[in-house]
């Protein structure tokens, strides 16, 4: 391969991976996603016990969203798999979302190479890397 190939393969590349669409939430998706994100961003931020209670209180904001079977909620779920809630509630949140079943496809496509963002809050901190995120919405829950 030239020299002159090589670049244009690489720029094309890199096009195609700085183009990943940017995805805004519906804010009723939006207002029940933030509270269980601005949890896990202070987790993230802090270490010891203050990061262990906070993660508990994220396992317990999503729980209650695990009990919402409404279409923001289905939608909310899929939007939290692209950002680290914990690894116990981010296991949690695969086997839901496989449970709902079909109805989730959709929504698992639309988000799986989108770039999500809020209208409020800055979420970069504790997204997941797209290889990541690719990774977890292919891979089967051991249901």
């Known amino acids: 391969m030239t020299m002159t190939s090589l670049f244009v393969v690489l720029t094309l590349a890199l096009q195609i991976t700085s183009t990943a669409a ?4 519906p804010n009723d998706v ?8 601005d949890v896990c961003r202070r987790a993230v ?3 010891g016990e203050p990061q262990n209670a906070a993660f508990l209180e994220a396992e317990r904001l999503t729980g209650k969203l695990f ?12 939007v ?5 809630v914990g690894e116990a509630t981010g296991e949690d949140l ?7 079943g079909k109805r989730m496809l959709p929504l698992l496509l639309k ?4 770039r999500v963002v809020f209208t409020k809050g800055d979420y970069a901190s ?12 292919t891979t089967p829950s051991r249901v």
């Open 22 to 25: 940017t995805v805004a939430p």
């Open 111 to 114: 988000y799986r190479d989108a």
């Open 80 to 84: 939290l798999m692209n950002f680290y």
């Open 67 to 78: 009990q919402d079977k409404t279409a923001s909620s289905d939608e909310a779920l899929v």
């Open 30 to 37: 939006q207002e029940k996603v933030r509270p269980i994100l």
């Open 94 to 100: 695969l086997h839901h979302v496989t449970v709902r």
């Open 126 to 137: 504790i997204r997941l890397p797209a290889d990541v995120r690719k990774r977890i919405s």
């Open 45 to 47: 931020a802090t270490q």
